[in-house]
């Protein structure tokens, strides 16, 4: 499958401060998510886009399908230290559940009380 | 929500034997399942895709006759690693999903270690 752009590689911010991460790719994307994985774990989806344009939130995180189909961004405000862990993002270019995601290489965060 | 159970979690096993893994959709039907490997410190590779009854499709790359997957049933999909060496040892992930399910629920991962 096709890897996607994912920057930045790594974070280290203090609690309270915002983050942003983002996600491009070189193809058009009918569906963008967002998923955080804890160490040992599978992934947990955050967020899913499924329109270009949208703009959606869930608690302290906030997401945008981009105008282009193809970038993603995913903002975290007021971080806290339970944050901390790896982020991915993952696009589907197919109509229907029956196609993989792409995955971006992921976001490591780390947040210092 | 939806709810994705692999097993096991970990597992240790002696190089040549195969080891089973089983992804199991708890509350809903999954007409497709994906499987994934994933290498410390990197990103999720797509393995295969498996449609329940019919032949998986596998990635390039990705050896049918050593990962054998099999999806019998709308909530259960096994992945077997057979004659399993040291360089199998990974973290193994099921996703599932069905058309009610709008994003793709992910199993808890499976730590295959090959001695």
């Known amino acids: 499958g096709q890897q996607l752009n994912q920057s930045p590689q790594s974070m280290f911010i203090q609690e309270g401060e915002d983050v942003s991460m983002n996600c491009t790719s070189s193809?058009?994307?009918?569906?963008w998510l967002w998923y955080k994985q804890d160490p040992g774990e599978g992934p947990v989806l955050l967020i899913a886009l499924y329109k270009a344009g949208e703009l959606t939130s869930n608690g302290r995180l906030t997401a945008q399908f981009g105008i282009t189909r193809k970038d993603s961004f995913l903002n975290i405000s007021a971080s806290i230290p339970s944050d901390v862990g790896i982020y991915f993002c993952?696009?589907?270019?197919?109509?229907?559940?029956?196609?993989?995601?792409?995955f971006g290489k992921g976001t490591s965060l780390l947040v210092t009380p | 929500g939806a709810v994705v159970s692999q097993h096991p979690s970990r597992v240790i096993c002696k190089s040549g034997t195969s080891v089973k893994i089983e992804c199991r959709s708890l509350?809903?039907?999954?007409?497709?399942m994906f499987w994934y490997r994933q290498f410390p410190k990197q990103s999720l590779m797509l393995m295969a895709t498996s449609n329940e009854g019919s032949k998986a499709t596998y990635e390039q790359g990705v050896e049918k006759d050593k990962f054998l997957i099999n999806h019998a049933s709308l909530t259960l999909s096994t992945l077997t690693v057979t004659s399993a060496h040291p360089e199998d040892s990974s973290f193994y992930i099921c996703s599932a999903s069905d058309t009610s399910v709008y994003g793709y629920t992910f199993g808890s991962g499976t730590r295959l270690t090959v001695v």
């Open positions: 509350d809903f039907q999954a007409t497709t």
């Open positions: 193809s058009i994307f009918n569906t």
């Open positions: 993952a696009g589907r270019s197919g109509g229907n559940s029956g196609y993989a995601l792409n």
